[in-house]
């Protein structure tokens, strides 16, 4: 979740680890409607904008900031959650230790779906979408004794794991998507919500051959929050989570035909200081991508906010982005096949 009242034309590409200081929002909650009957939702000062049919490969979840201006929610929401300016001015308070900072996060699945949503690095205002491959879209398998993805997963906007940058500790390059969040807290997401997040630690995967690390955090407004401050809490206070984390990150593929996904570090988890080195890495080598000081390997860098990328468009252009994008229509329903089981 971005701060609030956060002007995109000021969101320029100062180092978000730097003079940014501490501001607190109240949540604005999801409408009780269902998630297809309306094609609007708004989350913290974000709103989304459903475009396309559900479930079908033209579905496509926009972004708008509290000004009503359509975003991409890679690049224009801060990485860092508690990110306010006022007057191109960063406001004057104590800094917070790097590993105490809450990070915005954009949920891509909530927790025990099964479609595989992502943001769409290679389109323009990289929209959310369902992934598709071979024609067909992905859905995760069911691998017992895991429901879906059993955690609200998702990413950290101005974040980059370069394809073109080796990972010293593992050798491997990155995945060439923004790094990834695993969720652990109670509340049931949706698509496109906005949340702040604190990072615990972090996972190292290497999905066939590249680097793909997976973030573990907890939404900083669950109840648990407070007694949930490194990774080794998550062990003492949760047995087992960490384990069926890692087990679902080795056998997910498995169903279609992969084999196994292998760890750094021998499968162990980092710690939150680690965690956030990692994130640090990512958010430069996304500044270096949006301002072209680096190869963009086919990544969509349009954006409204960035004042030192070449790549800034208007609001009036990122609108036609969404205008030409099919209308919003009510979903049809989902195979059956979803629901199977797979012992592994």
Known sequence: MRPLLMRPSVVCLATVFGSFSTSRTKLVTQAAVGPHLLSFRKTMHYQTEERGQPHSPDYRIYFKNSDGKYISPFHDISLKADT????DLPAKKPKKNESEMLFNMVVEVPR????KMEIATKEPLNPIKQDVKKGKLRYVANIFPHKGYIWNYGALPQTWEDPNHTDKETNCCGDNDPIDVCEIGTQVCFPGQ???VK???ILAMIDEGEMDWKVIAINAKDPDAKNLNSIEDVRKSRPGHLEATVDW???YKVPDGKPENQFGFNGQFKDKDFAVKIIKSTHEHWRALVQKQTNSGGIECKNISCCESPFKCSADEARDVVESAPAFVIAHAVS????????V
């Not at 025990?112 to 479609?115: D, E, K, L, P, V």
């Not at 059956?336 to 012992?343: G, N």
């Open 112 to 115: 025990w779906s099964n479609a």
């Open 194 to 196: 906005v949340i702040q």
């Open 336 to 343: 059956p096949d979803v629901d199977k089981w797979h012992f």
């Open 249 to 251: 990150f080795r056998k």
């Open 199 to 201: 990072v615990l630690g």
């Open 84 to 87: 306010e300016q006022d007057n």
